[in-house]
């Protein structure tokens, strides 16, 4: 069955450090990977999204991440942390043939000045 | 700017009340997803319509829960009874079909069951 692990609860940076948010999957063919990031009290809203070709994928608000297959992740990066990252970060793999996503349990973000 | 819509934003019911929740997903959108987010249990897919017929609520409990789509610019979620255990955010959202596209979600409604 479809899966979708964070290792990481909670993580903890300095403002204008880099980041890293762990994603590992499972999946019997190549999936559709997703993150999403949540604001406390709204929705989801999508960073960024891997279906097929370059491995290294760009999003929104400075965002990137990156598909290894080998390694069944898909790990969110960001090169500086700015206040406004605060958040919580989910990452979701889509099943094909459905419109279905599975999410993870979600990372907690918290920025520190 | 296109979003999804959801009412009420905040809801407090007592225990063995009806409970009913709206959604109003982007117009030209197809599918419309119910989901339930918990501190236990995260995000879970409860129910997902594709051109207002429902495909899947196998995450549902089905004795108390049921969701429809009335029309294209409609869905509802709707308990009853409703439980303390039902306390949680319900998310709509809502997407075009096909496994790649993104799901637009809405701001949640909040249910404390008392």
């Known amino acids: 069955a479809q899966s979708v692990t964070q290792p990481d609860i909670h993580i903890t940076v300095s403002e204008g450090a880099s980041l890293e948010l762990r994603c590992n999957y499972s999946y019997g063919a190549t999936p559709y990977l997703f993150w999403y990031v949540q604001s406390p009290g709204q929705g989801l809203q999508l960073l960024l999204k891997?279906?097929?070709?370059?491995?290294l994928v760009q999003g929104i608000k400075g965002f990137e991440a990156e598909f290894k297959r080998s390694q069944s992740s898909f790990n969110l990066r960001k090169p500086s942390v700015h206040w406004s990252d605060a958040a919580e970060y989910f990452c979701a793999v889509g099943v094909k043939g459905t419109d279905k996503l599975i999410f993870g349990t979600g990372t907690r973000l918290q920025v520190f000045p | 700017d296109a979003r999804v819509t959801q009412t009420p934003r905040h809801k407090v019911t007592e225990m063995g009340q009806e409970v009913t929740m709206r959604c109003q997903p982007i117009l030209g959108h197809n599918t419309v997803f119910w989901y339930r987010q918990t501190m236990m249990q995260g995000l879970e897919l409860l129910a997902y319509f594709r051109n207002r017929a429902p495909l899947d609520d196998s995450g549902m409990p089905k004795d108390r829960f049921s969701a429809e789509m009335p029309d294209a610019t409609l869905a509802t979620l709707k308990i009853q009874p409703s439980e303390p255990r039902d306390s949680a955010v319900y998310f709509c959202?809502?997407?075009?079909?096909?496994?790649?596209?993104?799901?637009?979600f809405g701001q949640g409604t909040r249910l404390t069951v008392v």
């Open positions: 959202a809502s997407g075009l079909e096909g496994g790649n596209t993104e799901a637009f």
């Open positions: 891997y279906f097929s070709g370059d491995t």
